[in-house]
């Protein structure tokens, strides 16, 4: 069964570095997200993409946030200066044709 | 503002005692509500999409239906291996299919 992955699992930096989380979506899906969920509390919406543009993003995915597709099969998410703040699960996902959404097992990104 | 509220936000139950989850919504135009099973450390699982009120999905020991305003996930006769977070969320038709998830109610099922 076709499934999403995600890398790194872990993923430890320090304030101020640039981090970039890797996700392989299901092929044939068109339709992809990003996610963060802060320990202990809910999934938040950071960004969904579409035919290599964002099609909505949220109010946490400021300028230091970026997405793209580089190569029509991975999808990454850069963080250009991570805050403390930033420390958390980040989960990316794929829409099926019946709108489910796929998630892969998260990245955690521990800035320190 | 669309919003997602999600009740109890923790269930004790026993092994077989039945028991409903409610997800209470608001959204401007529905394209699906959604059900998802979380266990820790893991990314959410799907299980339900809803898309109009009055529809109902079955998946095992587990039951989805959809009203205007709420869903709700009926668990019957419930096992150990049914502890989860249960999450529920929405998307309209508006603004570029952004999900709101809910808090989540965090489900314990004892043997």
């Known amino acids: 069964e076709p499934e999403v992955t995600q890398t790194p699992s872990h993923q430890v930096t320090q304030m101020g570095q640039e981090v970039i989380l890797r996700c392989v979506p299901i092929?044939?899906?068109?339709?992809f997200y990003w996610y963060r969920q802060i320990l202990g509390q809910k999934v938040e919406f950071l960004v969904s993409?579409?035919?290599?543009?964002?099609?909505?993003k949220s109010e946490i995915f400021d300028d230091q946030f970026s997405v793209e597709r580089p190569d029509g099969s991975n999808f990454t998410l850069k963080i250009r200066s991570t805050k403390l703040e930033d420390s958390a699960m980040y989960f990316c996902?794929?829409?099926?044709?019946?709108?489910?959404?796929?998630f892969g097992p998260g990245t955690r990104l521990t800035v320190t | 503002e669309d919003q997602v509220t999600q009740s109890p936000e923790a269930l004790r139950l026993q092994e077989g005692e039945s028991s409903s989850l409610n997800c209470s919504y608001t959204?401007?135009?529905?394209?699906?509500l959604f059900w998802y099973r979380q266990d820790p450390g893991k990314g959410p699982e799907f299980l339900f999409t809803?898309?109009?009120a009055g529809e109902e999905k079955e998946k095992e020991r587990l039951k989805a239906t959809l009203t205007k305003k709420e869903s709700f996930l009926h668990i019957t006769a419930p096992k150990p291996e049914d502890s989860a977070t249960y999450l529920c969320?929405?998307?309209?038709?508006?603004?570029?299919?952004?999900?709101?998830f809910g808090a989540g109610t965090r489900l314990f099922v004892k043997a």
């Open positions: 996902a794929s829409e099926g044709h019946l709108y489910e959404q796929y």
């Open positions: 092929s044939n899906h068109l339709y």
């Open positions: 993409f579409y035919n290599n543009e964002i099609s909505e």
């Open positions: 959204v401007s135009g529905l394209r699906g």
């Open positions: 809803l898309y109009s």
């Open positions: 969320a929405v998307q309209g038709t508006t603004g570029g299919f952004k999900t709101i």
